[in-house]
């Protein structure tokens, strides 16, 4: 047996060892907790598992929790090993299958509820379910500050802000030390429009942390409550500031770690970057490029998480590799433009901007960023030549069509209909 498939056999024996420590009766008769009472015994059948395309190692981990579900189909924690060894490797329906099980094996296990709802979270059109399972759990783990984050995020994604800003108060009270809750904490607080308490928690998870999304989140506060000189200077601040600091989460890591496909990986980091999550991205889509080392999309995309917390030179190095290995990348040469223009070093940024618009010279996108740049090295012509084709490409560019504007009107030029 090689390393990795002993590894997913000790985690999953761990778990199991855990699972099997069995609780005393509450009264004669009566079940041991994590067991089907003896007078109402169930048969529930384990999902049918397709594994093609998985790794040798996954196939293992996968087949070792199987099979303890096969030999104890009436025990709770049997049915969670399987759950979380699923969930791991976004097999969803499969792995929602299985807590569902669990939970009606023993409807009161923590770490159950609180899996299920994150996973429920993740599969988009079952937000509900996932929300009632974490204020289930949350009768277990009101100590537990991601526990409070958590339900705070789904609150939000239901647009109920006030539920999510009590949530997120009880984590701050719970960890009063953590930047991000009080980062979180405060722009839930803005958006609700209480400005004097929204900046207090900013500035107090910049005290505690300063680090590139709070210093960003906090320039957004200052410009929320018309501070536009301290928004500048904090924002200057965040862009040579490094990551956020994580909140460690033992109870979802445990499942975490049974992750072992790089595929999977790679699909997991991936949504946690479409959600803004970049640091939480970086940590999995570095795991996955351990194993895809030729793969351009996953680099391109560690370099744009790197580029989003202000890590500049970790950022450069994935673009560089993203062209090394995918020339014709155009977002590879934007992000390398963005970098040098963040840098100061217009000249270059120009190069890359150029390089990116040859390589797709349909992206609005492009054609903006290069008209900002030429704008700041005083080449008016050449930057409204940009806008134009900008616009002409997406109506919707607001930004190049503004700037454009103004642009001609400065220059005695007025825009034209098509300018606009």
């Not at 049918?48 to 040798?56: C, E, L």
């Not at 299985?98 to 429920?120: G, S």
């Given at each position: 047996m090689s390393w990795r498939p002993a590894i997913a056999v000790a985690l999953g024996a761990g778990l199991w060892a855990i699972g099997c420590q069995r609780e005393p009766a509450g009264q004669a008769g009566g079940a041991a907790r994590g067991m089907v009472p003896a007078s109402g015994p169930r048969d529930f059948s384990?999902?049918?598992?397709?594994?093609?395309?998985?790794?040798?190692?996954?196939?293992?981990?996968?087949?070792?929790?199987?099979?303890?579900?096969?030999q104890n189909p009436q025990v709770s924690k049997a049915w969670f090993l399987y759950a979380a060894t699923l969930d791991a490797h976004n097999?969803?329906?499969?792995?929602?299958?299985?807590?569902?099980?669990?939970?009606?094996?023993?409807?009161?296990?923590?770490?159950?509820?609180?899996?299920?709802?994150?996973?429920?979270?993740?599969?988009?059109?079952?937000?509900?379910?996932?929300?009632?399972?974490?204020?289930?759990?949350?009768?277990?783990?009101?100590?537990?500050?991601p526990m409070w984050r958590h339900l705070a995020r789904m609150h939000d994604r239901r647009g109920d802000r006030l539920h999510a800003a009590e949530a997120l108060r009880r984590a701050v009270a719970l960890s009063p030390g953590t930047a991000v809750l009080h980062m979180e904490y405060g722009q839930t607080l803005m958006a609700l429009g209480r400005e004097a308490e929204a900046m207090k928690q900013l500035e107090r998870a910049a005290a505690i942390v300063a680090d590139a999304p709070t210093l960003a989140a906090l320039s957004r506060g200052y410009l929320s409550v018309d501070q536009a000189d301290r928004a500048?200077?904090?924002?200057?601040?965040?862009?040579?500031?490094?990551?956020?600091?994580?909140?460690?989460?033992?109870?979802?890591?445990?499942?975490?770690?049974?992750?072992?496909?790089?595929?999977?990986?790679?699909?997991?980091?991936?949504?946690?970057?479409?959600?803004?999550?970049?640091?939480?991205?970086?940590?999995?889509?570095?795991?996955?490029?351990?194993y895809l080392t030729n793969n351009a999309s996953l680099h391109l995309r560690l370099g744009i998480c790197h580029f989003a917390i202000g890590r500049l030179d970790e950022a450069r190095r994935f673009l560089l590799r993203t062209i090394e290995l995918r020339d014709s990348m155009a977002q590879a040469h934007q992000f390398m433009g963005r970098i040098e223009a963040a840098t100061g070093r217009h000249e270059e940024a120009i190069r890359w901007f150029r390089a990116a618009i040859e390589r797709e010279p349909d992206n609005a996108e492009h054609l903006e960023l290069l008209g900002a740049t030429l704008e700041r090295t005083g080449r008016l012509a050449d930057a409204i030549d940009a806008y134009r084709a900008a616009v002409a490409l997406d109506a919707g560019a607001t930004a190049a069509s503004l700037r454009l504007a103004e642009l001609l009107t400065t220059s005695g030029d007025p825009p034209s209909a098509n300018d606009r």
């Open positions: 384990p999902p049918q598992v397709d594994t093609t395309g998985f790794q040798a190692p996954v196939m293992v981990a996968i087949e070792v929790a199987g099979r303890q579900v096969l097999l969803a329906a499969e792995a929602a299958h299985c807590y569902d099980v669990a939970l009606a094996l023993d409807p009161h296990d923590k770490f159950v509820l609180y899996n299920a709802a994150l996973q429920r979270e993740t599969m988009g059109d079952r937000l509900d379910e996932a929300l009632e399972l974490m204020e289930r759990a949350s009768a277990y783990l009101a100590d537990y500050p500048e200077q904090t924002a200057e601040q965040a862009v040579r500031a490094g990551p956020i600091g994580p909140l460690s989460d033992p109870i979802r890591e445990g499942v975490e770690r049974l992750a072992m496909n790089s595929t999977a990986l790679l699909d997991r980091g991936s949504r946690r970057m479409d959600a803004g999550d970049y640091a939480g991205a970086i940590a999995e889509l570095k795991l996955a490029a351990r």
